[in-house]
Structures are given as C-alpha cells and as structure tokens.
C-alpha cells in the first residue's frame, strides 16, 4: 500500500497534525521517531537538521583565516548534518526511501525558512547519483487548530507552485554564506595582519543593520548641546485662567538648521524682554474649533507586534516572536506570527465575525474578560464588515495579519496574556469607528509699544471614544504637544484677559534618541530610514533588511558577538563596532555597510518568490560583490584606516603626553599632540577584544582593569584576564601585559600573608564562617590564603564568561545562592545558558543549579530540581 510521508518542522506540530487527521483517516500507531496508519507516514525535523558547505575541493580546513585562501566561491553547495540533530536526519532519509512511501508532503513552517528545511532534508536524503523523485506537495498552515490543518490538507499546494519561494531560500542561505564567510575571514584576516586573532563577523543584513545604529551613535556623540528658551503666559479669563506658549506667527523652517522652532528663542535676554513685555498686559482672544477623527491602527504584523510590545512591556523582539510562536504552535490561539502582512483575505469576512462571537462568549481568563462585552458591541452594531482597510487580496502574500483563532486561551502565562491581550484588542479595534475629537487652537495677543506678542494654548476632548473604548479611553484626553491641558476654560466674544504671570524656561537642545529594539525595528523594515507613517512604511517594507522573522536574530546576533549592547531599552554601538564601521568605510567595502542595497536584495528575494527574478542572476551579483571586498581588503597597503578617531583625556603614562587613538593603536603624540610622542603606544585590540575608550581611559590611569571576559586565543578560543601596565626596563617604557591573577595565585600557592584590611567582607565564608573578599581573579575565604591556610574557599569572578558582581557573591554567601544568571557560555557546544550559582554543603564548592522544568501535565507536581553541576 502507498502512503505519503508528511514532514513537520518540529515535534509538537506533527503530533497537531496526527490529532487533526484521525478522524478521517484512522488512528495512528506511534514509533520512535514517527506516527504511522493505512495512508500516512507523520515525522518531524527540530529545526535545520542540516547546512550547507563548500564542496570538499573547495572547503579550507587549515589557514581559512588567510588571504591567501580567498576568495571561497564554489560553483555549487554540498550538505553537512548538524552534529546535534543526526539521530533524526538519520530516521527523516530512511522514511523518505522507504519503498511504501510514494510521495512527500511538505508541512515545514510556512515560509521561506520552512521551505529550505524541507529542501535540504530531501536533497540530502538522496545520492551524487540518484536524487529523490517522488512527488512533493505542501501543506501550508496560517492556523494550528485541528479544522484549520484540516482545510490545509484540503488545499496542497503543488511542488511546481513552491519552486520561486524555493530559489529565494536557497538563495537566502547561499548569499549569507558567501558573504559571511567571505566577509568574515578577509575583515578578521586583515584585523589580525599583526599578530593574534581578531574575529570580525560580517553578515548580509547584520552588518547593515549595524551601521543602523552606529551612524546614530555618531550623531549622538556629535550633537552640540545648544542653549534657548521658551516663554510660557497665565492668562486670567472671566471663567478662570489657562496657559499658553509664546511663539512667532512669521517663522519659517529654515533647511539649513533643523533645531530651529517657532516656540524657540535663542538668547536669555531676548526671551526675558518678551516676558517682561507681556507681564499684566491684556491680550485680545482668536480661537478655532474643529472636530478630527481618529482611526485605529491596522492589524498587526510580526515585525509591529514586536515594535509595540517593546515600547510598551520592554519585551525584546527575540521574546516577543517566541511568545507568538507559542501562542501559535502550543496554545493555538494565534495565527501564523511570521508574517509581513497586516491585512485578512477578502473571503475572511464569517471568520472574523466568528472570532469575535469567541472572544464575546468564551470565559476568557483575567483581564481578556474585559473584551467580551467589546466584541459583543461589535457584533451587535454590525461593526464587522467587508473593508480594505482590513480585508485586501492585494495585500495579503502567503499569510495574513496576526490575530485571534477561533480557539480560547485556556493557561496563559502573564507574559502571553500580554502579547495575546495585545493582538485580541486591536483584531477588534479595526473594525470600531474612529475616535472622535474636538481640537481647539487658541491664539492669545498681547501688544505692548508697537509690538505683538502671541501666545498658543491647545486643547483637544474625546468626544466619541470609538476604538480608543476597547483601550480604556471613553473619557477626555490631554495629548497637547505643550501640555496645557484638554479643556480649555471658555473666553467670552470679543473679551480681552489679562496676562496675569509669565515664566521663561531655559532648555538645551537634545541628539537624537538612541535606537530601542521597536525603533530599530522600525529602521530594518525601512531598510535604515526610521518610518512612523504605517502606509509609508508598508510601501518600503518589501525593501527593508531581512523579514519579520529574522530581524529578532539579527539584533540578538550583534549583541551575542559584542557589537551592541542592551542597556535598559536601549541598543548601543561598542568599540568592536564602531571598528567594523571605520574599516569597511576606510576600505571603501560600501556594499556591506548600505541598508538601501542591502534592503534591495531582500526585495528581489521577494521578486523571485514571486516569480518574478531569476535565481542565477541574484547569485552572480552576490558572488561579485563578494569577491570586491576580499580584494579590496587584500590590496590595502597603507599603514593606518581613515577615521574619526579619539584624543585621550588620560595623559600618556610615561611623559604626560596626549595620547590619541588610530585604526590599530592608542599612541602617545607628545605634550602638543602633534608629535611623534616619547614611544608609548598599546594595541586597541589586545587578546582580540576591543578597548571601549572608558576602559583604556581607566587602564592608562590606574595601569590595571579587569578581570574582562572576551577575549581569544590564537586558536579563537574565548578566556578571561586581567590587563596591566608594567615598567619595561629594557625598553624603557610602559607596556601593556596580560594578567593572570598570578601574583595572587603565587601568594596562596607560596603561603604569604595577604592584608584585607582595606577591603570589606563580602560576608561569611560557607565553609569556615571567615570573611570572603576580593583577591586576584577570584573571591576567597580570608582563612584560604597564607602558610596556615586552613579553607579552600574560592569562586571566580568570571564563570564560563558570565562575569559574577559583587552583589551577586554578596547574595550567594547570605542566602546560598545567586539570582538567576544568563550569560554562561557552555565550553564544549559554545552555546549561551542560564543558570543560579550556588553553594553545595555536600560538595564544599560553588555549582550550577538550574531552573526545574515546568509539569507536563496538569495537576502534577513540577519535575525534580534539575541536579546541580561543578562550577
């Protein structure tokens, strides 16, 4: 009998699809590794099982990093299995030969991603000699409920329909090898010309993107702060008093000074004389009234949702996509998150009125209960109607906007709550009429010896809350730009009031805010500009830098490779990229740092999944770009990279000299800045990890810093180290060494006395009750240093590259444990984990103890704290 072997992208998906076809096909008799009955075959990748490399003639095993070894540009791409997933290649290629399995089912996410994972499985499945030829169809899923996987299976996509969006994933793949490889090994190559190994990963949309944010930085850290002043009146009228905002009725933008504002005065003594002019004077009244309407935003996408859900709960967009993810695949309650659309299918009118009779009817959990009588209104208001605001053919691709499934949340967490309250609110927020307004602009004139001076009040009241109701706004609102309220007290016809008070307010002018996850966001889709308007956005999305689904990776990515870091919300630029920035530019490697061109070749990927662009054109054009830059890095031959680059606060150790920074050195430059200097230079990049200049200012000052995580060996292997500057008397000069912590580890191993005098305990030694401090590299038992040491008490200030704070040691010694801490990086897979450090009695030493694992099944207690490791 034949069967049809059906391939989902994870576990979980191909036990939804078993559960959804057994009722009309037969139950399924579970295996290993698979479901099985009369006509179908159920398995699952986990993911990319494997990747693609360059064919063996073409793969550089020793000197890759090395010029002379690039260019690497195969003709074509062999495959590896990735070594953690090879049990389940291994079970994926025997059902796809099996003899009764006649034809394959594609059921992989529904994207480009989920097409590649496919496409790699069954071409690695089959020989040199003989490809697999059985005939391929695809289950393309928007929804995980049973009926929806069902209707799926009613409507297969054909092999021949999937074959552009197959081009473009291949595409994708092979175009982030080239010039990832390619990039990457000629920049490190080029960084490590003078000894030591200095990784600089470069990506297709990585790099891009950080330019991004560098190029903000820049201007932030260019930004000349300028004084001016506004004016701001009380007025008395014969109903109370309001305020207002002094401004100029005659300004113009000027081009040439974008700082400039009709409200902005620019000198103290100026803005006091309009102050001072319009004290206790009366002032003649012009209002205008009108009404305005508001319309709620559109549906979401993927890449909105994680915009909104960063500015308002400081999720990042790694989180966010995960939570959809979960909603989607686990709880089934959302509809496919990786999506660029923001609009339904014209024929989804009778499901959205469905969804909506859900969310009125289910008992939704907290505060989702809310919503029911909002979707009632709208039912009964038959406010759900066909609209192309939200339903559009045109501007529906392989999915459609996110939102409810007819399926009711039954045990969220609170953050799926959130991002499921976030979808559900505005699903039925785009179909209630816009919030109306009253917007009013009162102009109060005083003049005063021939002179006119006017000052703006503005306010605007809800009349009819429309939308803005599902929001909790059913009452006035105050967003006036100058904050003088939303309900202005009434000036009679023809009244003069009285300028009872005036205030001056001295102001500077500020830089350009740095980038947050959502605003950078913003800036990808845009492919750099950063885009408030929604239409106009939609208009460039297809041109930003990656999709929906790869942007969160992207912005992870840097961070993980130390080219930003994420303090608060904010995104900043380290010294490691500012680097990058100064090399590709000073190599005039432009290709790689534009987000137009960048965005343009996303926006043919788009064309060839239409159809519409051919494969091999693409390829060649990024083959080309390829081979430019490793020329281009090759050739270079003068000594130093044009850049903007930092003058010292810290003088030069040796003579006192200014110490200013090039490409490769921070170098002394002599008492006038402008000499060859006394011979002090340290490199800016030793151990193959940037100096941020705070940190050389600090090294240069007190010659030692550290312990600092991240650097690496020759052989790239990632270490730990304390830096110091030390006398050379052979060359007569300071230079720059690496330590250890051996002078300390000399005084435990040799038995001399250590003075703590200076320091203060940490707290109470867990093994002898003695006091812990600060020693070298670690924390130690007071009891665990000199000739009658009598503890062994110690614990690294830097564990596995996850740096331990004093707070945390504190917190260790007082309770037995730290918080929970998420930068360890794993020696032997190099992968991130999470973990508390804690004091094991039995054990006498300081493990790792991990977080349980939630029950599987309801009313259960959760499974056994996870056994702690040696730390």
Request: with cysteine; hydrophobic share 40%.
């Amino acid at each position: 009998m034949s069967k049809s072997l059906i391939i989902a992208e994870k576990p979980s998906v191909a036990q939804d699809i078993v559960r959804a076809l057994t009722p009309a096909s037969g139950k399924f008799e579970k295996h290993d590794e698979y479901f099985e009955n009369d006509d179908y075959v159920v398995s699952s990748a986990v993911g990319h099982l494997v990747e693609i490399k360059a064919p063996e003639e073409f793969d550089v095993k020793r000197g890759k990093w090395s010029f002379n070894n690039l260019p690497v540009i195969p003709p074509h791409f062999d495959l590896n299995p990735i070594d953690k997933s090879k049990g389940r290649l291994n079970a994926l290629v025997k059902l796809i030969r099996r003899k009764d399995v006649t034809s394959l089912i594609n059921a992989c996410d529904a994207g480009r991603e989920g097409e590649l994972i496919f496409r790699l499985i069954v071409q690695y499945a089959g020989t040199a000699k003989a490809a697999i030829s059985k005939p391929v169809s695809r289950l393309w899923l928007q929804s995980m409920t049973p009926q929806a996987i069902r209707d799926g299976f009613d409507k297969l996509r054909s092999d021949a329909q999937m074959l552009p969006l197959a081009d473009a994933a291949r595409c994708r793949s092979e175009a982030d090898w080239l010039v990832g490889i390619n990039g990457t090994r000629a920049m490190t190559a080029f960084n490590s010309r003078d000894g030591g190994f200095f990784l600089t990963t470069v990506g297709r949309v990585q790099t891009p993107t950080l330019s991004i944010v560098v190029e903000r930085e820049e201007k932030i850290r260019k930004h000349i702060y300028r004084d001016y002043w506004e004016v701001r009146g009380s007025f008395d009228a014969q109903a109370g008093q309001y305020e207002g905002k002094w401004f100029d009725p005659k300004w113009k933008k000027n081009p040439e000074d974008a700082e400039q504002r009709a409200d902005r005065v620019w000198s103290r003594a100026e803005a006091d004389a309009i102050a001072a002019a319009a004290k206790g004077q009366p002032a003649s009244v012009s209002e205008e009234s009108k009404p305005s309407t508001q319309a709620s935003p559109g549906l979401y996408d993927l890449t909105t949702l994680q915009r909104e859900a960063n500015s308002r709960f400081g999720f990042s967009a790694k989180t966010t996509l995960g939570l959809a993810q979960a909603l989607y695949e686990k709880h089934k309650v959302l509809t496919y998150p990786r999506t660029d659309s923001r609009y339904l299918p014209e024929d989804y009118l009778a499901v959205a009125k469905q969804t909506a009779e859900m969310i009125a009817s289910e008992d939704l959990p907290g505060p989702l209960m809310a919503l029911a009588q909002h979707a009632g209104t709208a039912l009964k208001n038959g406010y759900i109607k066909p609209t192309k605001k939200v339903f559009d053919n045109a501007k529906v691709s392989d999915h459609f906007a996110i939102i409810p499934t007819l399926q009711a949340p039954k045990s969220l967490t609170e953050a799926e709550a959130k991002l499921y309250d976030m979808v559900v609110k505005r699903f039925l927020a785009v179909f209630f009429p816009a919030a109306e307004f009253q917007v009013t602009t009162r102009i109060s004139t005083v003049k005063n010896a021939g002179k006119e001076y006017a000052f703006q009040t503005n306010g605007k009241v809800l009349v009819k809350p429309g939308w803005l109701a599902i929001y909790g706004k059913d009452s006035q609102v105050d967003d006036a730009a100058d904050g003088t309220g939303a309900n202005l007290v009434p000036v009679a016809a023809g009244e003069l009031v009285r300028t009872e008070s005036t205030d001056v307010k001295a102001l500077q002018t500020k830089p350009p805010a740095r980038y947050t996850e959502a605003t950078l966001l913003s800036a990808m889709e845009g492919a750099g500009k950063l885009v408030d308007d929604d239409e106009l956005r939609e208009a460039m999305a297809e041109k930003g830098l990656g999709t929906p689904a790869t942007r969160a990776a992207t912005i992870e990515g840097l961070i993980t490779e130390k080219y930003m870091l994420r303090e608060g919300r904010e995104l900043i630029p380290t010294a490691k990229a500012f680097q990058l920035m100064t090399l590709l530019r000073g190599l005039g490697v432009e290709d790689l740092t534009k987000p137009e061109l960048t965005g343009n070749w996303e926006f043919q990927l788009a064309e060839m999944e239409k159809g519409r662009l051919n494969r091999d054109a693409f390829m060649a054009e990024i083959a080309a770009m390829t081979q430019r830059v490793v020329q281009k890095a090759k050739e270079y031959d003068r000594d130093t990279i044009p850049g903007d680059y930092a003058t010292l606060k810290t003088p030069c150790p040796k003579c006192g000299g200014v110490v200013k920074e090039n490409y490769r050195r921070f170098t002394c430059t002599g008492k006038s800045g402008d000499a060859e200097g006394c011979g002090f230079s340290i490199g800016k990049i030793p151990g193959g990890r940037s100096f941020e200049l705070a940190e050389v200012e600090q090294f240069l000052a007190h010659k030692k810093i550290g312990p600092l995580e991240g650097f690496r060996s020759k052989a790239g292997w990632p270490f730990t180290a304390e830096l110091a500057l030390v006398y050379d008397e052979e060359l007569a000069n300071w230079k720059l060494e690496f330590d250890f912590g051996e002078d300390a580890k000399k005084a435990e191993e040799e038995g001399e006395p250590v003075d703590f005098s200076a320091q203060e305990s940490l707290g109470h030694c867990p093994k002898c009750g003695g006091g812990v401090y600060e020693h070298g590299t670690n924390y130690i038992c007071q009891n665990a240093v000199g000739a009658k040491a009598a503890c062994d008490f110690k614990s690294g200030k830097i564990i596995l590259q996850q740096p331990v704070e004093l707070g945390q040691m504190r917190k260790l010694l007082e309770t037995g444990k730290t918080d929970l801490l998420e930068n360890f990086v794993s020696n032997k897979t190099r992968r991130k984990f999470k973990a508390f450090l804690a004091f094991d009695k039995k054990e006498g030493k300081v493990m790792f103890e991990f977080e349980p694992r939630a029950a599987k099944v309801p009313g259960k207690a959760p499974a056994k704290k996870a056994a702690a490791k040696k730390a």
